[in-house]
């Protein structure tokens, strides 16, 4: 069974890059086809689509985050990585990483992280 796991980088001052690294066991992410991601949830909103990258390593980000947004991966330690620049307090969520089998996170069928919450300090 796949499971994931977020690291927890805990405080983020504002203006600072958060990097979020998810940790993937029981199953290849190079292997497919499949997409690895993160959404993450606001305190009091709802699930919000950040963006992926495939098992072939191409990637796709929300546009109102691509700026900000770059995912990567490191396949010799079945990891991929989240990097948001500039962040600011409404960055403030709890993020998940997932598998999927398109680019979007579809709900509860899919493999979901715990999730790590992230608090950004202004």
């Known amino acids: 069974q796949v499971q994931l796991q977020e690291s927890n980088p805990g405080l983020v001052k504002s203006s600072q890059t958060l990097s979020l690294t998810c940790t993937v066991s029981?199953?290849?992410?190079?292997?497919?086809?499949?997409?690895w991601g993160w959404i993450r949830q606001p305190p009091g909103k709802g699930l919000e689509w950040m963006g992926a990258?495939?098992?072939?390593?191409?990637?796709r980000y929300s546009p109102s985050l691509k700026s900000r947004t770059s995912i990567s991966r490191d396949t010799s330690k079945n990891q991929f990585t989240l990097q948001l620049n500039s962040v600011t307090p409404e960055d403030t969520a709890v993020y998940h990483c997932?598998?999927?089998?398109?680019?979007?996170?579809?709900?509860?069928?899919?493999?979901r992280g715990r999730g790590t919450q992230v608090t950004v300090s202004s």
């Open positions: 997932y598998r999927a089998s398109t680019w979007y996170y579809a709900g509860e069928s899919e493999y």
């Open positions: 990258i495939s098992t072939s390593g191409s990637t």
């Open positions: 029981g199953g290849s992410i190079t292997t497919g086809p499949y997409y």
